[in-house]
């Protein structure tokens, strides 16, 4: 099996590429590199990987059969995507366009990387695929959600139009190893601040809540999604709900830093819930998540203090 992962050298793309070589596929890793870095990918000695350095917006070409196109590229942080406005609403139009002409080309399955982002700030919670969501187009949080939002729009077209077979998983926060500690996602920047003896800054009053999901048990849902004959949304990420308080604070008491913790104001349409519904993922794939948030950071922690930096 042979399968092009544009956005391949970022922080779940490059898992996803670790685990297709382990199964035994031949991989071709695309990537601009404009979030995505080299050193993700860098362990990678098996002569089943090539990295093509390329702008998914522009016309993609790939020489051979390929059997799936897997679409990650996309910045996915909010300082990314506010810092690449521009830049994340063409790789969630214009990219997810060539991705899907080039998977209709080679007769490929598809599998689009979306995001719970596309729930905006719900008003339904927990969050079950059938929800619209709460989007504000015109906000600045609104140049990826609308990408991703337009992105699984554009899927199911040609899944509808062209027949193809398409998948689409919308990802709830995922964390571990690879991530950049200045991405701005919570986990990383709580790690970050508590190694260096900085106080953990908090948004808001913290009671914002999220549901962290280890990306082993995310790449693990993804795969038994590609083989699942199912082309409507599923949510993939973990149930269990906490606040980000809570989780300042278990990230000082698991890496034994004695910061304090700082508030500051709430960023502009910044979700005040997000829990998945996975009755889905349950009973579609027999999936839920295994590693606990206790033993992923740990695992995070440890791979940051040997000097892990993250693309």
């Known amino acids: 099996m042979r399968v092009l992962v544009t956005g391949g050298a970022g922080f779940i793309g490059s898992h996803i590429c670790d685990d297709l070589l382990a199964r035994g596929w031949d991989v071709v890793c695309m990537d601009n590199l404009l979030t995505g870095s080299m050193a993700n990918v860098a362990h990678i000695r098996e002569p089943r990987f090539t990295f093509v350095k390329h702008d998914v917006t522009n016309f993609i070409d790939v020489e051979g059969p390929l059997d799936y196109v897997l679409h990650f590229a996309s910045p996915a942080s909010p300082i990314d995507y506010l810092e690449l406005p521009i830049q994340t609403l063409k790789v969630g139009s214009l990219g997810t366009h060539r991705a899907l002409g080039l998977a209709k080309a080679k007769t490929a399955k598809f599998l689009l990387a979306s995001t719970s982002e596309v729930y905006g700030d719900p008003l339904v919670h927990p969050q079950r695929e059938d929800y619209w969501g709460n989007v504000n187009p015109v906000g600045p949080r609104g140049v990826y959600d609308e990408a991703k939002r ?156 040997r000097g892990g930096a993250g693309a």
């Open 150 to 305: 337009f992105a699984e729009a554009i899927t199911m077209a040609y899944h509808r139009f062209h027949g193809l077979d398409t998948r689409i998983v919308r990802i709830f926060n995922t964390y571990g190893s690879r991530m950049r500690l200045t991405d701005g996602r919570a986990v990383p920047t709580f790690i970050r601040q508590a190694l260096a003896g900085e106080p953990l800054t908090v948004y808001g009053d913290g009671s914002q809540t999220r549901s962290f999901i280890y990306v082993s048990d995310l790449v693990d849902g993804i795969w038994r999604l590609m083989n699942a004959a199912f082309n409507d949304p599923v949510n993939l990420g973990n149930p269990r709900e906490m606040t980000l308080l809570e989780l300042a604070k278990q990230v000082l008491r698991l890496s034994g830093a004695r910061s304090e913790i700082v508030f500051r104001p709430l960023p502009t349409d910044d979700p005040k819930v997000r829990q998945p519904n996975i009755s889905r993922a349950r009973a579609l794939l027999g999936w839920e998540p295994r590693v606990e948030l206790d033993e992923g950071l740990r695992q995070t922690i440890e791979w940051y203090r």
